[in-house]
């Protein structure tokens, strides 16, 4: 199996929210266009207890990167791993979804520009790093090296995905990163809230600290799931 530098890793995941409150809030152009993708969507089997277009934009848009924004990007690294394991986090929260995402690639383009660096989450391949691309092209920002893949070989790609080192080559198969730890005997993040109530507290609360911390908890899982796939090691310590 690949064996990391630890060192190099950079762990990531990101929190997104609906860019309006309601879907009624958007402009009329955005909302026939979000109902078109709602229809499909409604006729889904998997889509249950769900009737309207604005229930969708709630509960399922967040796999729209058109019609939601990212409001907290986590990222943890390790230091001094031979001798102290220490986990140290840096987040970037912002309501101007375009000045988070104008920092977070200024750390990269400023830490994060060797070829042996490499990016770790949890269905980032298919999610997180996507999105990202995908909003900053809505911001007309450059990417960062490290996260364009346009181009790219595959093996030139220097992202690291739990979920796809779980399915061991099998492509069907998906599972969360909360029950990922609970069979992995390692403590769950989800100790606060949950990804469905995100979009909620911040509406609500206005409370990006709070989403901040729970951000930062799945973050740590990752790198907890990351030792246990690499090495079966024992827990990193965190340092605030």
């Known amino acids: 199996m690949y064996k990391a530098n630890l060192s190099s890793v950079l762990f990531l995941d990101i929190e997104c929210v609906p860019q309006q409150p309601s879907f009624f809030d958007l402009d009329e152009g955005l909302q026939e266009l979000r109902e078109k993708k709602s229809a499909r969507l409604l006729q889904s089997p998997s889509i249950e207890n769900t009737t309207s277009v604005d229930e969708l934009y709630d509960n399922r848009s967040w796999i729209f990167a058109e019609f939601w924004k990212i409001i907290v990007i986590s990222v943890w690294y390790i230091q001094n791993i031979e001798w ?3 986990f140290r986090a840096k987040s970037f929260s912002w309501d101007d979804e375009k000045k988070l995402l104008e920092e977070f690639f200024d750390m990269l383009n400023t830490h994060y520009t060797k070829s042996d660096q490499t990016i770790c989450g949890h269905n980032i391949k298919e999610f997180d790093i996507p999105y ?9 920002l450059r990417l960062p090296t490290i996260l364009d893949s346009t181009h790219k070989k595959p ?17 069907r198969s998906f599972i969360s990163l909360d029950l990922l ?5 390692i403590p769950t993040p989800k100790t606060d ?48």
């Open 155 to 171: 093996w030139e790609i220097n992202h690291l995905d739990t979920l796809e080192m779980r399915r061991f080559g099998e492509r």
């Open 84 to 86: 102290t394991q220490t």
């Open 193 to 240: 809230i949950s990804w469905e109530q995100v979009a909620r507290v911040y509406r609500d609360e206005k409370d990006l600290s709070r989403i901040q911390q729970y951000c930062e908890r799945d973050i740590y899982a990752v790198a907890q799931v990351l030792l246990k796939f690499l090495y079966n090691d024992q827990y990193l310590a965190y340092e605030e």
């Open 181 to 185: 730890c609970r069979i992995l005997n």
């Open 132 to 140: 990202i691309c995908r909003r900053a092209l809505i911001h007309w």
